[in-house]
């Protein structure tokens, strides 16, 4: 069973850094994706950022390329989002997940299959 647990949200003024984790278990396959999602209050779940495991390539919404950053500690199994420059419409709870993909990942919500509980990420204006 996969397991994915996120940590590092917390609250930082406009223009501030944070960091959040994604510790994984539970999956042997290297075709698999991993990425973050947030949802805003009111708002629908949107995808932020993934990353192929097998080669590492990197995808990003939009209003976040040039601010944050999706890597991976393959060696500890650890996905990490660094979020520089960070604005108050990042406001929103982040989500980890993950799931099989077999060439390449995207960003659409129903394709991942596990789920963290999320961590809230509050930027101040």
């Known amino acids: 069973q996969v397991q994915v647990v996120e940590s590092g949200g917390g609250s930082v003024q406009a223009g501030g850094s944070l960091r959040l984790s994604c510790a994984a278990s539970?999956?042997?396959?290297?075709?698999?994706?991993m990425g973050w999602f947030r949802q805003a209050p009111g708002k629908a779940r949107d995808g932020v950022a993934a990353i192929y495991i097998r080669d590492g390539s990197t995808y990003y919404a939009d209003s976040v390329k040039g601010r944050f950053t999706i890597s991976q500690d393959s060696a500890n199994n650890t996905l990490y989002l660094q979020m520089n420059s960070l604005k108050p419409e990042d406001t929103a709870m982040y989500y980890c997940a993950a799931n099989r993909f077999a060439l390449s990942c995207n960003l659409q919500v129903y394709e991942y299959r596990y789920w963290g509980q999320g961590t809230q990420v509050t930027v101040s204006s």
């Open positions: 539970g999956y042997r396959q290297s075709s698999f994706c």
